[in-house]
């Protein structure tokens, strides 16, 4: 006898499109058997009496959490320490090399696991590092990793594997990067305190961002996650993971990832037993580039506290002399009448033409002295493309003409992180709160710069505050320079980080 369906049509079609809206995953009738697996699963987990309650309760966001527990059970979550070999051996002996020769000057590498599940990837990245700059200590290393899965990040941030992730990892790796004995192993500290976790959707998220560290990546890791995608999900992601890797970065998928995705804009790499992509460099030579962070950076020597001006034949030499990148992307620009400057410029930017919104940013900027947003927004555009020193040049015209003007003592708070300043961000996101003691960003960027100086019960008071200030408000509501993001998007964030890192325990303690 046939078993009837969990789900009844109407079901099936309600669920098929929520799951799709939420994360991007795709159930035709041909995987209508597996969705139905998992949501009879989740009914039995919440207790729910049928499929249209547990539907209900999703819809009406009393379940967030469920709602990713169910977006896990739909993907296979199988993953171990150096899985798929020939990838982590052209990491190793092709990718990472060029990466640290390129950036051997500036000591500074950007590495993004998106869909990193319990943490094995970013952590076996991590111990490649480890094993290839003799001068590690002496880097500024970010290793990003994030999941949509806020259970898989509890476990990969305690670090803590059993013997199926170790079975393609040597023993002398075993003894050298894991402390303890028996069938489960501790990864050591100095590889943990390299990855960075943090929950994020590819789907629903906007990055590259700076609020989200997801910017001007060396490196990008998405493996075995388009293959659940449709595909129009699928390029939209893919578009994006484009716009967050630097020129001359690079993206690894899976071996089963359609290549037609890729192919289009990345160049194809073909290393022994894989296939990786590049992004072109699009500069025309490094010179370029090195003109274009002096062009739009202002000259200090002529920044005073009264005005915060830049050389002006510099910018009538600009607008007579535009590069052509420069006049392509003003042709795309507004007219400054009568419009919203910064909005227009930001617009722009979102659409790829960064050099005609720091044009229309920077000819606002000059004709009034006494804007300090105009100056901020620059710098946050500068930062964005990881030019730190025109993005600091910008601040300080900034704050020459508000020294309260939060925004910017929140921005080279997040550009003193990025250097491993980690005592002036601290210092420099205090004074953000100071000025603008009600924005919840500037809290929630504060926690986590207390977070890596070990001071976790400040975090948790921090994280308390934002809560706080969210309680209350319309949760659709966008957080002021927040990129987009929501209220309650921003009181999910701080609720995940008090959960993955303990910090609702009591008795929390610094470390």
């Not at 030499?317 to 007219?335: G, K």
């Not at 400057?341 to 930001?346: F, G, I, R």
Request: with cysteine; hydrophobic share 35%.
């Amino acid at each position: 006898m046939i078993p009837a369906p969990v789900l009844s049509d109407r079901n099936y079609e309600r669920f098929r499109r929520f799951i799709e809206e939420k994360s991007g995953l795709d159930f035709p009738p041909s995987r209508r058997n597996q969705l139905e697996h998992a949501i009879d699963r989740a009914v039995a987990r919440t207790g729910l009496p049928d499929a249209s309650a547990l539907f209900d309760s999703l819809q009406e966001g009393r379940g967030s959490a469920e709602v990713e527990s169910l977006v896990a059970s739909l993907t296979v979550g199988e993953t171990h320490f150096f899985r798929n070999r020939p990838q982590f051996e052209a990491l190793e002996k092709r990718i990472l090399p060029s990466l640290i020769r390129r950036r051997s000057q500036e000591r500074r590498l950007r590495i993004w696991s998106a869909g990193c599940a319990s943490g094995e990837e970013p952590y076996s990245v991590a111990m490649l590092l480890d094993r290839l700059v003799p001068d590690l200590g002496a880097w500024n290393v970010l290793i990003l990793a994030t999941d949509i899965d806020r259970s898989a990040l509890k476990k990969a941030y305690l670090g803590i594997y059993g013997p199926w992730s170790f079975r393609e990892v040597p023993e002398h790796f075993q003894t050298r990067y894991f402390n303890g004995e028996g069938r489960e192993r501790e990864v050591a500290p100095h590889i943990r305190e390299m990855v960075t976790f943090g929950h994020l959707n590819l789907v629903e998220e906007r990055y590259p961002s700076l609020l989200t560290n997801t910017n001007a990546m060396d490196l990008v890791l998405c493996r075995n996650v388009f293959i659940y995608f449709r595909h129009e999900v699928a390029r939209s992601v893919v578009a994006r993971l484009y716009e967050a890797i630097t020129d001359d970065g690079w993206l690894l998928v899976g071996h089963a990832e359609p290549s037609q995705l890729l192919s289009g804009r990345f160049s194809v790499q073909n290393l022994p037993g894989t296939v990786v992509y590049r992004k072109a460099d699009r500069r025309r030579s490094s010179d370029r580039r090195a003109s274009s962070d002096r062009r739009a950076s202002p000259d200090r020597r002529r920044t005073s506290d009264r005005g915060g001006s830049w050389d002006r034949r510099q910018t009538r030499d600009r607008r007579r002399t535009p590069d052509r990148r420069q006049t392509s992307d003003r042709r795309h620009a507004p007219d400054l009448d009568g419009v919203d400057v910064a909005e227009d410029a930001l617009k722009l930017w979102a659409a790829g033409h960064t050099e005609g919104a720091l044009s229309i940013l920077e000819e606002a900027a000059s004709g009034d002295r006494g804007d300090a947003r105009m100056p901020y927004l620059i710098a946050k555009l500068q930062a964005g493309r990881f030019h730190m020193e025109a993005a600091k040049g910008w601040i300080e015209v900034a704050l020459a003409r508000d020294r309260l003007f939060a925004p910017a003592h929140y921005l080279l708070g997040l550009i003193s992180e990025e250097e491993g300043r980690h005592d002036e961000a601290a210092r420099s996101l205090r004074r953000s709160v100071y000025s603008e003691p009600e924005w919840p960003l500037g809290h929630f960027a504060l926690a986590g710069s207390l977070l890596r100086l070990g001071e976790r019960r400040r975090a948790a008071a921090a994280l308390q505050t934002v809560e706080q200030l969210l309680e209350g408000r319309p949760e659709e509501e966008p957080i002021p320079e927040g990129d987009g993001i929501t209220v309650s998007r921003l009181q999910e964030l701080a609720g995940i980080q008090r959960e993955i890192l303990g910090l609702d325990a009591p008795g929390i303690e610094d470390r």
